[in-house]
């Protein structure tokens, strides 16, 4: 989806495909594609009829040997080194019919009937971080002693670890709730987009939280609160970012106080 101008507004995506015999002619740029350098097959979505608004966007299939596809280079995050992150060019790529992914025209509502699934993957995972992260720093807070006891026996302390204790339990409820109606076919866009930017966020104060109580050794790439750091910043970013989660959450309060 993403492209060098535009991420959020995906209306804002260039990357075009012209219909040539029975084929797709795909022509653009996409950038900050997950596993991008290792893909054998990446799901472009382009626009195909500049003249239809939303349904002017298609899903094309093109794969590892096509000719005029190419990677650049692995971009350098500042976290998650184990996952590649790509650009990706397509320039006069011929891409048979059989690619196209449902229907012409039709990829714009098929990126929304599965963006909800998606969040619900940041927010399982960021809920699943923060116990972890939170688990070893409550340990971390009993063993490490300053001014002759366990950290954790300072009141300050243990209020830090009872909030975010219970901040997390209280999300945790959210999530299983997120995944039981993701199982049964009825999680909402609206809902996911509660979960992705609530726990995401949450995530990052209980990981900054967590780092702040290991001291000076949460900073040493070693200890896993020091690496979970920098790779829980992305969490508010990719798979929409917290501003259009409140986007997505607004427009649906706004709509219904208008019924
Ligand atoms: C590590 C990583 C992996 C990624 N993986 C993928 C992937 O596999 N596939 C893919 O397609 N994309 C991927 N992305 C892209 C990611 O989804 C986008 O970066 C994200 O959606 C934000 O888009 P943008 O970077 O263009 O920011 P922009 O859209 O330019 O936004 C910049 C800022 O403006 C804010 N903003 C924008 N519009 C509004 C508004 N209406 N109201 C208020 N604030 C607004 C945003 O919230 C943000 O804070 C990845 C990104 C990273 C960093």
């Given amino acids: 989806m993403t492209e060098p101008g535009t991420g959020s507004d995906l209306r804002g995506i260039r990357t075009s495909a012209r219909p040539d015999g029975e084929d797709w002619i795909l022509n653009g740029q996409k950038t ?12 472009v979505a382009a626009r195909t009829d500049p003249d239809a608004g939303s349904r002017g966007f298609s899903l094309l299939v093109v794969e590892r040997d096509m000719p005029g596809f190419t990677r650049g280079r692995k971009l350098d995050k500042i976290g998650l080194p184990a996952q590649d992150t790509a650009e990706l060019y397509f320039e006069d790529v011929r891409v048979p019919a059989d690619n196209v992914v449902g229907l012409p025209g039709t990829g ?3 990126l929304m009937s599965h963006l909800p699934r998606e969040r619900l ?5 960021a809920i699943a971080t923060s116990r972890a992260i939170f688990d070893l720093t409550r340990d971390y ?7 002759g006891k366990p950290i954790g026996d300072f009141q300050h302390i243990r209020f830090e670890l009872a909030e975010m204790a219970t901040e ?5 409820a ?3 709730r997120s995944v039981r109606a993701y199982n049964a076919g009825e999680l909402t866009p609206v809902d996911a987009a509660k ?12 990981v900054d939280r967590c780092l702040q109580l290991h001291g000076g050794y949460g900073y040493m790439k070693e200890y896993p ?15 929409g970012t917290t501003e259009i989660m409140k986007e997505l959450i607004g427009r649906d309060l706004a709509s219904k106080g208008r019924d």
């Avoid at 991008?36 to 799901?43: Q, S």
């Avoid at 993957?121 to 995972?125: C, D, L, N, Q």
């Fill in 121 to 125: 993957g940041v927010t399982a995972m």
């Fill in 108 to 110: 714009l509502q098929q």
């Fill in 141 to 147: 807070c009993f063993d490490r002693r300053a001014f």
């Fill in 168 to 172: 997390i339990d209280v999300a945790e």
């Fill in 174 to 176: 959210y999530v299983d």
């Fill in 225 to 239: 609160v020091g690496r979970a750091y920098v790779d829980t910043r992305i969490q508010t970013i990719y798979g």
């Fill in 195 to 206: 979960g992705k930017w609530f726990v995401s966020e949450l995530q990052k104060r209980v």
């Fill in 32 to 43: 900050f594609i997950s596993s991008g350098m290792m893909a054998d097959l990446v799901i």
